[in-house]
């Protein structure tokens, strides 16, 4: 026999943007930090190259937090992470879907002179 646990309604929660070059992945949690949905631009059909692009970062982040304001969000705190190009596209697409933003902070680590960056690419 299964327990599961009951359906439980959020008001208030989480939304994680991890936006790298090759993809962008949105995660809402309640905030207990445990997952109420989640999406990714690979997981809304896009491949290879184009998962990286602002647009594919638009859907992803429009599809959980369609999801999340479904299961009962109303109130998110966005923290997003990563130099990729769908940051500005999720935020965007999130304050569309009707949630209220209450903090918007940038958590991308910046090294403080630790390892040795790679060589400068030539194209």
């Known amino acids: 026999m299964v327990v599961r646990k ?3 309604k959020v008001t208030k929660g989480i939304i994680y943007i991890n936006s790298s070059f090759n993809n962008t992945i949105v995660t809402i949690t309640d905030l207990n930090g445990d997952v109420v ?7 809304c059909g896009f ?14 982040s429009e599809r959980a937090s369609r ?8 109130k998110v705190a966005v923290f ?3 130099p ?4 500005r596209a999720a935020t965007r697409a999130i304050s569309k879907t009707g949630l209220v933003v ?9 090294p403080h002179n630790g390892c040795r960056p790679p060589k400068q690419r030539r194209l």
Do not use: D, M, N
């Open 37 to 43: 949905c989640w999406s990714s631009s690979g997981a």
């Open 102 to 110: 209450t903090l918007f902070r940038e958590t991308t680590g910046l």
């Open 47 to 60: 491949k290879g190259a184009r998962k990286g692009t602002p647009f594919a970062a638009q859907i992803a």
């Open 84 to 87: 990729g190009p769908g940051r």
């Open 67 to 74: 999801a999340g304001y479904e299961k009962g969000l109303r």
């Open 6 to 8: 009951p359906k439980q």
């Open 80 to 82: 997003v992470h990563g």
